[in-house]
Nanobody, 114 residues
Framework: QVQLVESGGGLVQPGGSLKLSCAAS????????MSWYRKAPGKARESVAE????????NYADSVKGRFTISRDNAKNTVYLQMNSLKLEDTAVYYC???????WGQGTQVTVSS
């Protein structure tokens, strides 16, 4: 059974940092491209970042380039999203997915507020 569990969200001030984790079970993350999406209330779901099976190729939304970094620890079967220089508009529920599938975690809330 495929399961994705996000954690690491919370309340942070503008300019602060958070590191999100996505613990996977039921499959091996090294065999799949993995993505982070986010959903803010009243706004469309947005693809934030993707990492390929090799871990050497990544893609980022323009809105987060230079601030967010996606990575993977194959030994821990976990995907991460390091978020730096956070802005108010980064406030959203962040979801981990297996790219191009319907598998989603429960999400973790990130709130950026002064």
């Amino acid at each position: 059974q495929v399961q994705l569990v996000e954690s690491g969200g919370g309340l942070v001030q503008p300019g602060g940092s958070l590191k999100l984790s996505c613990a996977a079970s039921g499959f091996t993350v090294s065999n799949y491209a993995m993505s982070w999406y986010r959903k803010a209330p009243g706004k469309a779901r947005e693809s934030v970042a993707e990492i390929t099976t090799t871990g050497s190729s990544t893609n980022y939304a323009d809105s987060v380039k230079g601030r967010f970094t996606i990575s993977r620890d194959n030994a821990k079967n976990t995907v991460y999203l390091q978020m730096n220089s956070l802005k108010l508009e980064d406030t959203a529920v962040y979801y981990c997915t297996i790219s191009r599938t319907i598998y989603w975690g429960q999400g973790t809330q990130v709130t950026v507020s002064s």
